[in-house]
């Protein structure tokens, strides 16, 4: 099974270009592809975006830090930017045949590694985070390199995670972590007053009373004053939401935006959401956009016209003599047309005279729908490469002395990838649902299909559970699934 993991390393270098070289030189390995790199002279800084196989993304990671502490002093480092590292924070970011939870444990690898190989101490955040209060990077990078060296030896709540309480005397301390993909943006004012962009900053972050799933600060940036922004989940906080409230918030205090920027990449539905919310195009989805088209429609070929050529590859599969793609896979997919379905009912009565009353409802019935509609597709390759799992357990547990073990771990994933389908189908079946009184009765057939068709979904998913449940020794493992399970069906 093919693993594919993104990496973000930011480096304490926005300046000398033969360093980031450096840097990126020492990371160079086959398996591990460069994406993007950006410096900011005045933020100090540089954000490397990597992707590529589990195992060698995180020795490239280790080696990029070993390198930027013998690069950077950062006792001569100056910049806008808050830093505690040389290289100041390492995430690990999923995004194919890799779980949040593995990400988790090669944050933790790399920590450690990077403590044993170069006595750089290190502290985990977000989804690695070992207390509650390390989630939050501004927790962590409080006080920044001067105010860490000068409390590390005293505070224990400073203790790093992996090494001794002191900082490298040059590269400082690293933040290693896991988390969903982010977007770094950047919004300019048309002021150089600094204290308004701070002010901005206060008002939309979430810890201090703003927009869930947004952190910011404010800088003072060629000139211009900076909402320096991080978005953790831009599916549920849009980044057009994020603009607009800058842009109110600056009216507050009688400036605007004149422009912003991307810092690394942006997902292309952070953008097609953009596109819907300014271009209000009553119809949108992300199948009008051309690229998206061909690519669902000819899948890679032209093989046979219409639509047939896009779902064709995936029934041929099924029909197939082989144990997967089977019902696992289909039912994620039925569960990912009822969504498709009931989105495209919402989406056209949303923006109708006829309908305006509930168009908060219908908007986000959209948004979740189409959330759900991700995650259903991904479980089609997800329920497939359990069942795989399984497969290769039993092989290894002919040669191991724990072979109960490894079966039951393997076992376990094979479960829980179907519950989910179910939980999720469940929820579409819900919305469709709540859908029927608010949409155009004209498309009732498309709504009683996307329930049928979720209704499979969680059918079919069950059954995968509870075949799956009979193999596996962890009885209260098994209890708590069941449990799930009937909860779904109430």
């Known amino acids: 099974m093919s693993t594919l993991v993104e990496c973000v390393p930011n480096f304490s270098e926005g300046r000398d270009k033969a360093r980031v070289d450096a840097i990126l030189e020492a990371m160079k390995m086959d398996g591990v592809y460069l994406l993007d790199r950006e410096m900011d002279a005045d933020h100090n800084r540089c954000v490397i975006t990597l992707v590529g196989e589990r195992e060698p993304i995180q020795e490239a990671a280790i080696r990029g830090v070993g390198k930027a502490a013998e690069l950077i002093d950062l006792n001569k480092h100056q910049g806008a930017h808050p830093r505690m590292g040389a290289a100041d924070v390492v995430p690990f970011i999923p995004i194919d045949g890799v779980t949040i939870e593995d990400c988790v444990a090669m944050a933790r690898h790399v920590g450690e590694q990077i403590w044993k190989r170069y006595q750089i101490p290190v502290y985990l955040y977000e989804a690695a985070a070992t207390t509650p209060e390390r989630q939050n990077l501004e927790n962590i990078r409080r006080g920044q390199f001067e105010g860490i060296r000068a409390d590390i030896a005293t505070n224990p709540a400073r203790k790093p995670d992996f090494g001794e309480p002191r900082v490298h005397p040059t590269a400082g301390a690293t933040v290693v972590g896991a988390r969903k993909f982010l977007i770094a943006y950047n919004v300019f004012l048309n002021t150089p007053d600094v204290e308004i962009a701070k ?292």
Do not use: C
């Open 199 to 490: 002010k901005i900053a206060k008002a939309v972050r979430f810890s201090t009373g703003g927009m869930r799933f947004v952190k910011g600060a404010g800088f003072l940036v060629r000139g211009q004053a900076q909402v320096s922004m991080n978005l953790t989940d831009f599916e549920q906080t849009p980044i057009h939401r994020v603009f607009e409230m800058v842009k109110r918030e600056a009216a507050r205090y009688g400036v605007m935006p004149v422009s912003s920027e991307i810092v690394g990449l942006i997902p292309k539905k952070a953008l097609e959401a953009a596109a819907e919310w300014f271009l209000q195009v009553e119809n949108f989805d992300s199948s009008l956009i051309l690229e998206n088209r061909l690519a669902a429609v000819m899948g890679g070929k032209m093989a046979v016209g219409g639509l047939r050529a896009g779902v064709e590859p995936f029934v041929e599969q099924l029909a197939a003599p082989t144990a997967t793609p089977g019902g696992g896979s289909a039912a994620a997919a039925s569960g990912a047309m009822a969504a498709g379905l009931a989105t495209m009912v919402a989406s056209m009565s949303r923006g109708k005279k006829a309908y305006v009353q509930y168009e908060r409802e219908l908007s986000e019935a959209i948004a979740r729908l189409a959330q759900l509609r991700e995650e259903l597709k991904a479980a089609i390759d997800a329920d497939a490469e359990s069942y795989n799992a399984v497969m290769k357990a039993y092989k290894q547990a002919k040669e191991s002395a724990n072979a109960d073990g490894i079966i039951d771990s393997a076992l376990k994933q094979a479960t829980r990838v179907p519950l989910s389908v179910a939980e999720r189908a469940r929820e579409v079946a819900r919305i469709a649902e709540r859908l029927q009184p608010i949409t155009n009765p004209t498309m009732k057939s498309d709504l009683t299909t996307a329930l049928a068709l979720a209704r499979a979904a969680i059918e079919g998913s069950l059954a995968n559970v509870e075949i799956n449940l009979e193999s596996i020794k962890d009885a209260a493992f098994a209890a708590g699934i069941r449990k799930k399970a009937e909860a779904v069906k109430a």
